[in-house]
């Protein structure tokens, strides 16, 4: 064999290399991932109409008929309360239109209870445990969160792992000269060359707003998000910490007094009132009244005071993000002692707040539910199709992982391009790690695992 033979040869041994080695990544990603990858599509799927699901599954009591004014919060509030004897009021939702209930949380010795209320006649329409409302445990169910702690950190990897899956399986996709199963499906369902291709075509196609769906939802992860959340916050980025600058504070965090408070003000300090020996509290009905005063759009919900030092918070996150604000009232005096607009929050606040409304379906109407809906379903597709392509290739007995490469060299410096992503993503970082010890122990300690991963 000549030299120049030799030379001609080595790009391509070079490229067959990375070509396996990210093959051989991509693999391993996806087998972590799979399961929880399609829980997050289904239950995505399932959150992404809830407005649609609480007005019809749950219309008794979501759907009122309007019938003259509404009657005052207060009253409201006390005919939640009479339905559930001993219980103490938290919350208070006002509807957003005039064929919606209101909404009252209570707190009761065995948990918080969501009271629907007719706004129009008083009478209680329903009432379930606040962590046995459906959406509630859908959303749980997506993040883990329902499951506990530990759990909630696996979707924090999982999103970073997802990264990584799109970013190889375009490298994997894209095209060497062949011509089938890049926009095109060959084969019938028979054949593990149609599965091939369902995988590849769909995952290309919908790369791109997978990439998008994981990448925005990061923010809302435990560990990841709010050193984000802190360090946006510092740099002036976040919400406006100057706006506390000259208001008592307490230690509590806005997430601990509302039911869903937005991303950015989730960690911000609740302000604290100034009591005196004279002062009586204003009332539900001064805050609710002096929050529409203020311009908050409909729907929003006002927690009330726990203790002689707390205050009312007013919040609202609707679709439209633009119209996301949060007023803390003094509870004696009425004061907005901090009011927290939209267009207050930094830069990479709103960016971050716009890619979660996207997420959720929130912010483009019925045309952002069906492209986040269909991006979902391509998760599921990708998912199944690379179980199906995966049993019909794999040999009897073995778990048929890709070969390695034969130059090394390609495959350490892909190793230190994902293990540099994963330092971007901590936990995705030790989940990487653990693959990385796993793949070389296997391969290099003789066992009858190197069989079965072979």
Known sequence: MTVSSLASEKPNDISLSLYRAIWRWHFFAGLLVIPFMLNLAITGSLYLFKDEIDNTAFAYRNVV?????????????DDAKAAIPGAKVLRYRAPTVPTQSARVTVGTNTGNVLVFVDPYSGSVLGKVGEKEEFNWVVKKIHSLDYFGFAFNRIVEAVGGLALILVVTGFYLWWPRKQTGGVISVRGTPDKRVFWRDVHAVTGATAGALIFFLAITGMPWSGYWGDKVNVTLSSA??????????????????????LTHAGWTVESAPVPTSTPSDTAQPIGLDQVVASANAAGMAPGFEVSLPSGKKGVYTAA????DIAKQRTIHFDQYTGKPLVDLKFADYGAGARAIEFGIGVHQGEYLGLANQIVMLMTCLAIVLTSLSAVVMWWRRRP???????PMPSQKSVFVTLKLIILGFGILFPLTGFAILAMLVLDQLVTRIPSPLKRVFS
């Open 236 to 257: 002036g980025l976040g919400y406006p910490a100057q706006l506390w600058d000259d208001v008592p504070v307490s230690k509590i965090p806005t997430k601990d007094v």
């Open 396 to 402: 009897s007995g073995r778990l048929g992982v890709p």
């Open 316 to 319: 609202i996150f609707p679709d």
């Open 65 to 77: 008929q309007p019938r003259g004014e509404a009657l005052a919060p207060s009253l409201l509030t």
